[in-house]
T-cell receptor
Framework: ETGVTQSPTHLIKTRGQQVTLRCSSQ?????VSWYQQALGQGPQFIFQ???????GRGNFPPRFSGLQFPNYSSELNVNALELDDSALYLC?????????????FGSGTRLTVV | DQQVKQNSPSLSVQEGRISILNCDYT??????FLWYKKYPAEGPTFLIS?????DKNEDGRFTVFLNKSAKHLSLHIVPSQPGDSAVYFC???????????FGTGTRLTIIP
């Protein structure tokens, strides 16, 4: 059973640029959630994708967008990068079932905006 | 609005003793609580959880206690081991909502 894999592990971008982060979900999981973890903070929910559609969103502006593909992998896109977007971005996969609260997190992508 | 709070940023405990990590929440709609453990350069890993219909859940060395009236939960680790040194996050969710709301974490250091 493979876990959640994220790429790249580290990334440096310039303010105003766009970035795409990728996530492969754990085998058997059909739901992907994205979280942003700023330094010294807990992870903050960005959004979730289920059946290739957004299924819940946190307090993040529209320049944060995502995709889920038929194989359940996912992308997080951030446009017009700001310095405050510097953070660890975590992807978590799960099986969409109200009785199953099992999330598996990836190791994250460390994004630095300069 | 920090709905899940971990007021102790750090905690040091002697090996073999009990570690107690605390978490408070403000949203009475939360019905499921989880603890995650995070090592540097790794993602959070699930440790233990508890439903709001229970007040205690135990798994080996780990026990979570929930006091709904006080909106407080705690994680007990006994005996503490050096490998338990990590950042611990408390998280909560409401029924039917996949979103997890995390606290800011407590860094636990086990002193050999």
């Amino acid at each position: 059973e493979t876990g959640v894999t994220q790429s790249p592990t580290h990334l440096i971008k310039t303010r105003g640029q766009q970035v795409t982060l990728r996530c492969s979900s754990q085998s058997g999981h059909n739901t992907v959630s994205w979280y942003q973890q700023a330094l010294g903070q807990g992870p903050q929910f960005i959004f979730q994708y289920y059946r290739e559609e957004e299924n819940g969103r946190g307090n993040f502006p529209p320049r944060f967008s995502g995709l889920q593909f038929p194989n359940y992998s996912s992308e997080l896109n951030v446009n017009a990068l700001e310095l405050d977007d510097s953070a660890l971005y975590l992807c978590a996969s799960s099986l969409y079932d109200l009785g199953n609260y099992g999330y598996t997190f990836g190791s994250g992508t460390r994004l630095t905006v300069v | 609005d920090q709905q899940v709070k971990q007021n102790s940023p750090s905690l040091s405990v002697q090996e073999g003793r009990i570690s107690i990590l605390n978490c408070d929440y403000t949203n009475s709609m939360f019905d499921y609580f989880l603890w995650y453990k995070k090592y540097p350069a790794e993602g959070p890993t699930f440790l233990i959880s508890i439903s709001s219909i229970k007040d205690k859940n135990e798994d080996g060395r780990f026990t979570v206690f929930l006091n709904k009236s006080a909106k407080h939960l705690s994680l007990h680790i006994v005996p503490s081991q050096p490998g338990d040194s990590a950042v611990y996050f408390c998280a909560a969710r409401t029924f039917g909502n996949e979103k997890l709301t995390f606290g800011t974490g407590t860094r636990l250091t086990i002193i050999p």
